[in-house]
């Protein structure tokens, strides 16, 4: 309780907050193993985690959270593991599906959704309808997702255009290419958070980091607290942002 009471003193003003934080959730499976339970266990608790933050971050005025949940690497994993986030994940659509409207919550996903089951592609598909509804911060989930792979997607896109003679690759621009990927609608990245003691971006937003903030921390995802998320926030605000200038 004193930790979080000091996190929440020192919480910057609205004004010097981030708009748009990303969050690589990652530690679910060490976490699981640093307790003898099954890495399944771990993807469940860091699902509850997501849970608490995404309020969180609404109630601290962030405008859109965008979080990694599932990489296009991920399919590697054990069919146990991959069934068990299907799993979660769909649980978690249902239940936003309910309660977007009510919580001021809009959900939308990043990524190449085409491969997934079509009950969960359906799933997504209602989500969608309903998010399109609702206003409020928006939580967009990255799943079958790589920073790569989003880059590729709007290359071909521009490539195409110019082939069919729509675009001339003079006209490619930073903005233009911004608008052909899966965060298009949001505002920049302004804070990209990763826990779990690692330090690299695991392929996730690549253009979008360009000039984000980035914060470490060692504590596993399904330990990430509401308070971790006001430090971040505080370690935000106390730095300065210049773009590739000088003050």
């Known amino acids: 309780m004193r930790r979080q009471a000091k996190a929440a003193a020192q919480l910057p003003p609205p004004e010097q907050r981030p708009r748009h934080v990303g969050i690589i959730?990652?530690?679910?499976?060490?976490?699981?193993?640093?307790?003898?339970?099954?890495?399944?266990a771990g993807h469940a608790a860091g699902s509850e985690t997501f849970r608490r933050v995404a309020?969180?971050?609404?109630?601290?005025g962030i405008q859109a959270l965008t979080v990694y949940a599932f990489s296009t690497e991920n399919w590697r994993?054990?069919?146990?593991?991959?069934?068990?986030?299907?799993?979660?994940?769909?649980?978690?659509?249902?239940?936003?599906?309910q309660s977007m409207?009510?919580?001021g919550v809009r959900l939308r996903f990043l990524g190449d959704l085409s491969v997934l089951p079509a009950p969960l592609l359906a799933l997504v598909?209602?989500?969608?309808?309903?998010?399109?509804?609702?206003e409020g911060m928006v939580v967009s989930v990255g799943f079958n997702y790589g920073g790569r792979d989003e880059i590729l997607r709007a290359a071909r896109t521009?490539?195409?255009?110019?082939?069919?003679?729509l675009l001339a690759p003079e006209q490619i621009d930073e903005a233009l290419f911004?608008?052909?990927?899966?965060t298009a609608p949001l505002p920049p990245l302004d804070l990209l958070i990763r826990p779990s003691g690692e330090f690299r971006l695991s392929n996730f937003l690549l253009w979008q980091a360009a000039y984000a903030e980035l914060y470490?921390?060692?504590?596993?995802?399904?330990d990430f607290s509401p308070a971790e998320f006001d430090r971040a926030l505080s370690a935000f605000a106390a730095r300065e942002r210049r773009y590739g200038g000088v003050s």
């Not at 991959?82 to 599906?97: Q, S, W």
């Not at 521009?158 to 003679?165: E, M, T």
């Not at 911004?178 to 899966?182: C, I, N």
Request: include cysteine; aromatic fraction near 6%.
């Open 25 to 40: 959730m990652d530690g679910n499976g060490r976490w699981a193993k640093r307790r003898a339970l099954p890495r399944t």
């Open 55 to 60: 309020t969180h971050a609404r109630d601290r």
């Open 77 to 97: 994993r054990p069919k146990d593991e991959v069934d068990a986030i299907l799993d979660l994940l769909a649980r978690y659509l249902r239940e936003a599906i």
């Open 101 to 103: 409207a009510r919580d």
């Open 125 to 134: 598909r209602e989500a969608d309808a309903v998010a399109r509804t609702v």
């Open 158 to 165: 521009l490539s195409a255009r110019c082939q069919a003679g």
């Open 178 to 182: 911004s608008s052909l990927l899966d």
């Open 216 to 222: 470490f921390t060692n504590v596993l995802w399904p």
